[in-house]
């Protein structure tokens, strides 16, 4: 079974208080099916079910491995390098 060599090495960076959304999407006048946010800093992004794809533009864009699920009641986090959950 494949694991993740990230995670445990992260900080766990919360989000901008004023940045509750996707921002690329709020610029897009978009709406995100479902949010994450970046494990390394904190960026929020929409999932892939989204239009934009955005979590994982910030990946491909940063490099930043590992994000977490920001939805109320989620706790499970995504290794993109990896790919798998963590």
Do not use: Y
Not at 30 to 47: D, E, F, K, S
Not at 61 to 66: A, D, F, R
């Amino acid at each position: 079974m494949k694991q993740c060599t990230h995670a445990d090495a992260l900080p766990h960076p919360e989000p901008d208080p004023q940045n509750e959304t996707c921002p690329e999407c709020l610029a897009q006048g978009t709406h995100p099916v479902q949010l994450r946010i970046c494990l390394t800093c904190g960026h929020v992004a929409c999932c892939d079910s989204s239009p934009g794809r955005h979590a994982t533009g910030h990946h491909s864009e940063s490099g930043h491995p590992v994000m977490r699920t920001f939805e109320p009641g989620e706790t499970w986090r995504w290794c993109f390098v990896d790919h798998v959950l963590v």
